[in-house]
T-cell receptor, first 115, second 110 residues
């Protein structure tokens, strides 16, 4: 079974600090690695994504670091703000032959940024 | 605005009752998905559909059924065979790599 393992389960950081969430995968057929942000009672929203042919992608305060040989990737949130408090999911995607592209999600990290 | 609309936002089911969750998209996406979300378990795939009149089981399809009669619509029925249906249900659609999610339906057994 395809799996994406995410850690930590919860994370508390001070305002202005760096939040780091890690994920690891097993299936080398995965070719797209998005991160989703979810606020309570809402659906997940795409935050940032990376393909395995690059090692890092940055968008504003959010950076994905990708290590293909280790099959690991991580989300770094610089200058964390209370408004960043949410649940973050990593995911990995692959195309299932004769079917549709599928996303496999990590178990989620609940981030709390203290003011 | 383009997006995915899920209804109702809250739904209560009595024991032995079937209930249907609605999902409509106006993004012209071919693929649609249903996920179940439980605390601490992330999102688990129930069913997905690549085209009209075709759908595939996901990891936890038992006790659920779907239909795809129109490109825009992908309703999910939670049947009485689903023994633990209390959860947050999310519908998504995709035209390629990215998924767009609805705002979810919270189903509670009473």
């Amino acid at each position: 079974q395809q799996q994406v393992k995410q850690s930590p389960q919860s994370l508390i950081v001070q305002k202005g600090g760096i939040s780091i969430i890690n994920c690891a995968y097993e299936n080398t057929a995965f070719d797209y690695f998005p991160w989703y942000q979810q606020f309570p009672g809402k659906g997940p929203a795409l935050l940032i994504a990376i393909r395995p042919d690059v090692s890092e992608k940055k968008e504003g305060r959010f950076t994905i670091s990708f290590n293909k040989s280790a099959k690991q990737f991580s989300l770094h949130i610089m200058d964390s703000q209370p408004g960043d408090s949410a649940t973050y999911f990593c995911a990995a995607s692959n195309w299932v032959p004769g079917s549709a592209r599928q996303l496999t999600f990590g178990s989620g990290t609940q981030l709390t940024v203290l003011p | 605005d383009g997006g995915i609309t899920q209804s109702p936002k809250y739904l209560f089911r009595k024991e032995g009752q079937n209930v249907t969750l609605s999902c409509e998209q106006n993004l012209n996406h071919d693929a649609m998905y249903w996920y179940r979300q439980d605390p601490g378990q992330g999102l688990r795939l129930i069913y997905y559909s690549q085209i009209v009149n075709d759908f595939q089981k996901g990891d936890i399809a038992e006790g659920y059924s779907v239909s795809r009669e129109k490109k825009e619509s992908f309703p999910l029925t939670v049947t009485s065979a689903q023994k633990n249906p209390t959860a947050f249900y999310l519908c998504a659609s995709s035209s390629g790599y990215g998924y767009t999610f609805g705002s979810g339906t919270r189903l509670t057994v009473v």
